[in-house]
C-alpha cells in the first residue's frame, strides 16, 4: 500500500497541468512507450568510415547497456557470458575454462530475478531458474541489451515486466546487398586447453520480403589448464601451496539455429528453432588437494518459438509469441567418495503471450497482454506448473520533455507435485512507475523508476534431494533508482561522442533465495536469508575520437559500487555483513583504436573483495581479482569476399584468481580466428 500511496499522487499532481498544455502544443515525438514501425528498425545509424553508430537520442524512460556491431566483434569473448562482464552493475559467476558454468545476476539480486530474451521471448528454466549464458555464442549475436527494472517499452509481453532487470540477445537480420540473394559466413577459432571452434551462417532471400538463416556451430576443448592452489589454515600457516592441472573441464557441444522471418505491409513474422547438444565434464571444486571428480552431464535443449507483430490501424497493433521448449539432462557423478548418482531430467515449457498497444492520443498510448506458461518437470521428479501473467501498462509523453511509463502485472502460479500434498499457490501484483525528464534540447536526461518484483521458488529449491526446500518462500524485491545521463554527439569531429552517466539505487529484497554449491557443482543448498539491503551506484563513461584521418579511438569505464547486506535478525553472527559473492566495488575498462583496417582492443576487468559465506570473517574473505585481455584484427578485402583475422591474449598478466572460491580460473591464454564472409 505504501507503494500505491506514493505513486497515485504523484501521478495525480502532474495530470491536471499537464492535460491541457498537451492539447495546445504540438506533438511531441511519439516515441515513449512506443513500438517502432513493424518494418522499420527503430535505430537510425550513421556510418563514418565503416564504423557503424547506433543512436537512440532522447528515446528511452530507462536507458539499456548495449554492446553491439564492431564493439561487439573486437571483444575478447567467446560465449554472451564473457561479453557481459563489460556491464556495470551486473555479476557473473564463472567456475572456469570453455565448460565451466557461467550466469549472471543484477544488482545483487540473484540470477532468478533476471530475465533472459532470446529474440524477444524468454529462455525459461523453471527446474533451477540458472541460464548458462555459456551456451549462447557471439557467432551470430547482433546485440546484447542490459535493462534495469524492465524494457522503456509499454508494448511488451506481460512477463517482461516480471524481472528486476532484463537481458535481450538479438541474433543478426539478414541484410543483402543489391542484387545478392545469400550470404555465408565461415569462421574458425583455435586456442589454448585444446579449444576448436567452428561455425558456419548462411543467409538466403527467399523474396523481396522472406529470408531465411541457418547457424550451426561445433566447440570442443580439452579443458586442462595449469592453476596454483593457496591455502591457509585459520591460524594463517600455509596448508597447501603448489601448481595442478585442472581436469574433467571437457566439452565437446555442437550448437544448431534455423530462422524463417518476413514482412507484409502491416507487420512481420519470424520462426526461430534452436538446438544445443552438449556433453562435459563438471569441473568440481578443488578441496583438500583432491584435482579431480566423476561429475559428467549431457544436455539437449531445443525450441521452437514464433513472433508475429501486426498493426490493425494507425492506432491499435497487436503482438503475439508462441514456444514450445524441451530440456533433457543427463547427470553422472562416479566420485567413489560421495554418493554416486545417476539421474535423468526432462523438462517440457509451453508458452503463449498476446499484448494489444493502443494510442489513446498522439501522446498517450496504452497497453494490456496476457502471458500463460506451463511447466513440467519428470523423472527424477514429478511436477507440473502453470503461471499466467496480466499487465496494464500506460506511457505519456508531456511537454517540457517529460515521460512516464507506469504498470501492473498479475502473477497467478498453480502447482501439482506428488512431492508435496499442498503444492503452492500465488496471487500477486507488482507494479512499477518509470520517469524521465529532458530539461533542455539536447544532452541531459534525467530519470528515475520504482519497482516491485516477485519470484516463485524453482523446482530444484522446492523439490531436489539434498539440496531442494520444501519450505521456501517466494522471494519479492522492491527497487527504487534515480540517475542522470549526459549525452553529445558530434559527428565529423575529433571528438565525436562523449557520454557520462550515474545512477544511483536502493533495493530491497525479502526472503531472498539464495543458492551456492556445496560439495557438487550440479547441487545447490538454498536457503531464504530474509532480508537483503541493497545500496549501490552505477557509473559509466564512453568517450570516441577520430584525431586523425582513418583513425578512432575510443574508451568505455565503468563503475560499481554495491553494499548488499543481510537484514534479517540482529541476532545473527552474519547480521550487516554482506551478502555472498557480492563485491563492493567492481568495474571495467575498454580501450579501443582503429586504424584503417586494423583494430586493436584492450580491455581489463576488476572486482573487488568478497566474502563466499554469510559471516565476513577472515577465513571466509575471498581476494579481488583482475585481468587484462587484449585482441588485433586485421581486415581484408578479397574481390567480393571479406576477411578477418584475430590474434587474442587473454588474462594477459597470468594472475592466478578464483571468481567462486575453489573453481581456479584459466592463467594466460590465447586464441586465434578468421572469418571469411562471402
Known sequence: MNFYCTLLPLLLSLLPAALPAAAQTPAAPRTAGRASSPVTAADSAVRLEAHEVVARGYEEVIPAQRLSGRELEQMNSLSVADALRYFSGLQIKDYGGVAGLKTVNIRGMGS?????YYNGIQLGNAQNGQVDLGKFSLDNIEEIA???GQKSEIFQSAREFGASGNIYLTTRRPRFRDGKTANLRAALRV???GLVNPSLLYEYKISDRISTTLNA??????GKYKFRYRRKTPAGDVAYDTTATRQNGDID???LEAGLQGGYDRGFWRIYLYHYSSERGVPGAIVNNVWRNGERLWDRNSFAQATLRHRFSRKLQLKANLKYAYDYTHYVNNDEKLLE????YKQKEIYASAALCYDLTDWWQASAAYDIQWNQLSEYADVHRTTHWASVATALTLPRRLKLQASLLGT???EEARERTEPPSHRVLTPAAFLSWQPFEAGLVLRAFTKQAFRMPTFNDLYYTDMGNASLRPEKTTQYDAGLTYTLARPGRTLSYLEVGAEAYYNRVTDKIVAYPKGQQFRWTMLNLGKVDIRGIDAHAHVAAEPWRHWRLAAKLQYTYQRAIDVTDPADTYYRDQIPYIPRHSGSLVLMARWKKWSLNYSFIYVGERYNQQENIQYN????????????LRELEVGRSRWKFTVEVNNLLSQDYEVILNYPMPKRNYRVGVVVEL
Open 253 to 255: 557441444a555442437m550448437r
Open 341 to 344: 548418482v545417476d539421474n535423468i
Open 621 to 632: 574473505y575471498t581476494q579481488p581479482w583482475y585481468t587484462s585481455d587484449l585482441s588485433l
Open 412 to 414: 497467478f502460479i498453480d
Open 146 to 148: 542490459l535493462y534495469n
Open 191 to 193: 586456442g589454448s586447453f
Open 112 to 116: 532468478e530475478q533476471t530475465g533472459v
Open 217 to 222: 556451430e561445433w566447440t570442443t576443448a580439452s
